[in-house]
């Protein structure tokens, strides 16, 4: 017996050799064998599939993958004061991997809770946990897989409008999650700035921004 295949794990999950077992979708290609290697709070897999490449000819391909789940991120505006609300915290992955201090600039926003959960309710949920925040009408922007040659989470991106009177939390994150969470409110050209200065490196938000620039609430006719 082996937790996460036969036996639920820790997080009572069953069946993670069978993901992408049986898909049908695209003819070229036909999945053969899924290995669980790990199955902690994220699931890493390594799967073995036939592809047809465009001469015709097929060929056997292993793959590791990153299973984390999906996520959401939304981007708080204010176009009366041409304000947004960020978030700052320390990302060990980014620390280790260059950023200087490892304090991340981003939008609210995080994993779904299962896959039945709508991205909608789990960023409402995010954006109140992180800010404090409790918005009206949300717009859905666009879905986006981030990393696709390893990691096969799908990120759907937000936007609202906030206001000072849609505060009715105190924010800062979860403290029983380890999150020290800071909040910041800076003019909306002073985010653009900062995107070209290096001040935001994460990618989320970065395109969420340029999305208000572009198509979005700053966006100039």
Partial sequence: MTAG??????????GLDRA????TGNPRVKVREVELLSSNWYVERATTFD???????????????HDRGNGATLLLYD????TVLLTRQFRFPAYVNGHPDGM?????????????????????????????HTVGEVEHVFD?????????????????????????????GLAEEGEDIEI?????RRALEMI??????????????????LDGPFARD
């Fill in 5 to 14: 295949i036969d036996t639920p794990d820790h997080r009572g999950r069953t």
């Fill in 51 to 65: 592809i047809q490449h465009s001469d015709g000819t097929w060929h056997t391909e292993r793959r590791e993958t």
């Fill in 184 to 188: 910041l409110e800076l003019p909306f």
């Fill in 104 to 132: 991340l600039v981003e939008t609210p926003a995080g994993l779904l809770d299962d896959a039945a959960e709508h991205p909608e309710h789990a960023v409402r949920r995010e954006v109140v946990e992180e800010t404090g």
């Fill in 196 to 213: 070209r200065t290096g001040e935001i490196a994460d990618a989320k938000t970065i395109m969420l921004l340029q999305w208000a620039a």
């Fill in 144 to 172: 986006v897989y981030m990393s696709p040659g390893s990691v096969t989470e799908r990120i759907s991106f937000y936007a609202a409008a906030y206001t000072p009177a849609t505060r009715t939390h105190e924010g800062g």
């Fill in 20 to 23: 992408g077992i049986g898909l």
């Fill in 79 to 82: 176009t009366d004061r041409e």
